[in-house]
């Protein structure tokens, strides 16, 4: 499978304590972002890559969450000291190079599940 | 938050019918995407019309914009089961996409 692809596809956790999320892209791809997706709702813009570049963060990312993409392939998204509050849907995206014919259209993960006790 | 409303919020037919989606959006866009989402596929994109463009097709979808009402439409012809999930109107920014709240179709057999 070629698809983007998200670790661990579930995770729980208690109050407090820190996890991190593992994203691989699709490999031509040199976009990489993060949303998240309560239920209900749509998904909300985290942070994105250009290549290992963090360009943009969303004021929803508060300094207990941290991203990284350290050689421009895979990220990783952590959250420490997590709260309830944090019980969502994380969703990693890749696009491929800007100029392409498709490069608005994002391929999607199938997203990390985390609840938080 | 959410910069783009979606209209209804849940749309119930039968297979066979048409379902219209509607999506409003605050600011300019350079384009306008639909996505998909159901449990087994995850957010799939079904479609992009920019700005420029008013109406685009593909398939048994049909898009439309009209840039001067801020608002877009998503025409499911000939709808089946598989069709039942959450469709998504997102506006593309410097990149990122800003979704709306969505709209949850249930096409019963």
């Known amino acids: 499978d070629t698809g983007v692809s998200q670790d661990p596809r579930h995770k729980i956790t208690k109050r407090g304590q820190n996890v991190t999320f593992r994203c691989d892209p699709i490999?031509?791809?040199?976009?990489l972002y993060w949303y998240r997706q309560t239920l209900g709702q749509g998904p909300e813009f985290l942070t994105y890559?250009?290549?290992?570049?963090?360009?943009?963060k969303s004021r929803l990312l508060s300094d207990r969450f941290s991203a990284e993409r350290p050689k421009g392939s895979f990220s990783t998204l952590e959250i420490q000291r997590t709260e309830q509050g944090d019980s969502a849907m994380y969703l990693c995206?890749?696009?491929?190079?800007?100029?392409?014919?498709?490069?608005?259209?994002?391929?999607f993960g199938p997203g990390t599940r985390l609840t938080v006790l | 938050s959410q910069q783009g409303e979606e209209d209804p919020q849940a749309l119930s037919i039968q297979e066979g019918e048409n379902a219209t989606m509607n999506c409003s959006y605050k600011?300019?866009?350079?384009?306008l995407q639909w996505y998909r989402q159901n449990s087994g596929r995850g957010l799939v994109h079904l479609i992009l019309?920019?700005?420029?463009?008013r109406e685009k097709h593909s398939g048994r979808l049909r898009v439309t914009l009209d840039t001067s009402k801020k608002s877009s439409s998503l025409l499911i012809t000939a709808s089946r089961a598989a069709d039942t999930a959450s469709y998504f109107c997102?506006?593309?920014?410097?990149?990122?996409?800003?979704f709306g709240q969505g709209t949850t179709l249930q096409v019963k057999p």
């Open positions: 600011t300019s866009i350079n384009n």
């Open positions: 019309i920019r700005s420029n463009e």
């Open positions: 995206a890749s696009s491929p190079h800007p100029g392409l014919k498709s490069y608005n259209e994002q391929f």
């Open positions: 490999s031509e791809h040199n976009r």
């Open positions: 997102a506006r593309s920014n410097t990149g990122k996409l800003i």
């Open positions: 890559f250009q290549n290992e570049a963090q360009l943009e």
